[in-house]
């Protein structure tokens, strides 16, 4: 009795998953060579840096805000990471602290003079786009050994990527699902004004969230340079749309304070996924976008179908 | 004064003023344990402005708040009346529906912290729960959006009174019962009095002043924003409470009139029977009818509505002749449009009728908008001002505007006059007869026993069907209540 009437919210919590390995399944299909430890590492080893990316973004929509300058912030990142990290590595990491510190202000910013969000990161982008370019004119740059040594260690049974954004889902799970700040946290998305009154602070809610959206952005940054071993100002401009598209496949909402955490790390493997899929089927380049497209469509409306299924209840 | 050495609050001469208007006009106010203070007064007599500086989130401009003897004017906020044990239950729900019900006990509480807090947070609110509402068949785990609105409210009163490290003295309750269907506000006003008894006290912020009357020790009348009479409760019985509102009502005007059916000729211009009814009887409503729905909250009468609503013309249990509009009872959520203007938020059910070639006539929306502000009497200066300028009630009759303005011919109620004072209620209802005895078509649910006695037929509701249907003279509580709860027992 109990499961069945669960069953609507269950299938809506599992529908990430469900299409992660039905994806996977096709694939599989398609090319059975890919079910090896190369292969798959081959298929998912760009998702890390754009699971980085779409957890950033998820940190922002927590609060109700989007980030339209999340691409551009991790092509900085990487800049910085192939050049100053590099040649110095003092001043590298202080001006990635630098660069969270802003991503930290830019939330102030947003709360105290209440703007919105989507202009302030919009505008930003291109900062983090100009900044880039001045810090890295041409692609190139050489990373550090260290991010290389990491990105392509050798992990047992599954590629490093399986094993990090399984770490990384179940961190920020407990972080921002089970912490009891967490609750806070995703409280004021929610209701803001039911949040203050009980005495906290949203400013401090939503710095904590930006502050921790630049981190993330800037791990997705040094992940990237990790497999690509150069950077390039627009190495990442597509990570913007492609992780407002893995948080909302995940499972999140754009206001509400609605979001799953590994649910979003889902989403950018399966948004990665698709991709390949797509290659595999063998489908024109010119298509492939549009292709992609109609999978997230795909899902979404099985969200929908799903949630009027609740409804209904 | 010897209050001062045992009072939990004291307000000496408070003011607050919104641009011109005069909210609270030193306010004196004296909050002693063991006992409960009722509120009452109309809508924007600056009850709730009151509630507010007292919970901290809105500071006095004149005036002192004295805690327990102590003078604690000076950086008085949210946080200083949470330490000293002042807890607030706002009219409108606060609790965060992305939030489980256990998780927004945690938002309240800073001491659940650290490891097992989800447990500890868990047994908190349930332990409330059970003490307040037993029987109230929610779930620590449940997600809140998910509950109905009546769960939502019996959280949100259970955590205002659960204590950790801060404990909860005094209890604000504004509008509590306002969502509970009469056996769960029962619950609620019979803790309250345990609550007081134990040496706790509490603020009851009313309408309903029978509720008022039987569980508050001291009445406080508020008119304009000033404090009008501090009276024993037992001094003080409906028509002298009403007097010292400065109320217009005048009860049971036109209500309980003779009835005579409206049935005898004609088809009727609704009728419907519950999605999940086999057997029992329909709904039917007549032209010029009023017909109310009853029965406990949430046993099938918004669904009832929604319904009809849908139906339009007619599906195989449902028949719906002639255009529909809805009130809406959930204000926020489910009626105004909350950027637009007064004007924008009446007009925008008749659009359609206000266009010239293919865009909307300004000047009349204007006059359309002007018109019913005459009619039914909304009090503002400019109807172009946003709609969350005017009080709870004000923005009530915009809705009540928005469906008497348009084309139709049978009006759905959603329980409308949630929250809203006895002076609005008496010039709703008065437009509502009018309007019946134009031929229109009401179909109104409601949990309050006195709207029904405006209606011509009552249709009493139990677990999504109707089990009884009773023409006016027929209705009265006891049968009322009988047929709610007739499985129970």
Redesign the interface.
Known sequence: MIATLLTPRFLRNALPALSLTVLLLAIFYLQPRAMSYFGLNLLLNLALPIAFATIAQMCIITVNDLDLGVGAYVGLVAAIGATWLNETPLLGAAALLGCIAVYAALGALIHLRNLPSIVVTLGMSFVWLGLALLVLPTPGGKVPDWIRAIMTLKTPFLPFTIYAAIGVGVIVHFGLMRSSYGVVLRGAGGNPRSVSRAGWSLLRTKVTMFALAGFFGMLSGLSLIGLTTSADANIALRYTLLSIAGVILGGGEFVGGRISPIGAVIGAMTLTLAASFLSFLRLPPDWQIGAQGGILILVLAFRAVINRAEARR | MSEADHSIVRLDGVEKHFGAVHALNTVDLVVTPGECLGLVGHNGAGKSTLMNVL?G?QIPDQGRIVIRGIDSTDGY???TA?QHGIR?V?QEL??????TVA??A???H?A???FG??RRAAALILRDLDEIFPGHGIASQEIV?DLSIAKRQMVEIARAFSVTDAPADLVILDEPTSSLDAVVAQQLLTFVRRHVAAGGACVLISHLLGEVLSTADRIVVMRDGAVVEVRKASDFDRDSLVTAMGSVAKDGDGAGAAYASKRADGSPKVRARPAGQVEGPDLTAHAGEIVGLAGLAGHGQTDMLIQLHAARPSTRHTHVHGPVALVAGDRQTDGIFPLWSIAGNITIRSIRHLLRHALIDAAAEREMASQWQQRIGIRTPDMENNILSLSGGNQQKALFARALASDAEILLMDDPMRGVDVGTKQEVYRIIRDEAANGRTFIWYTTEMDELKHCDHVYVFRDGAIVADLTRREVTEEKLLHASFEAAE
């Open positions: 919970a989130t906020t949210v946080a949470k607030c706002f606060s609790l965060c529906p992305n939030l998780e927004n945690r938002v309240m800073r659940l912290t650290g807090w989800r959006g």
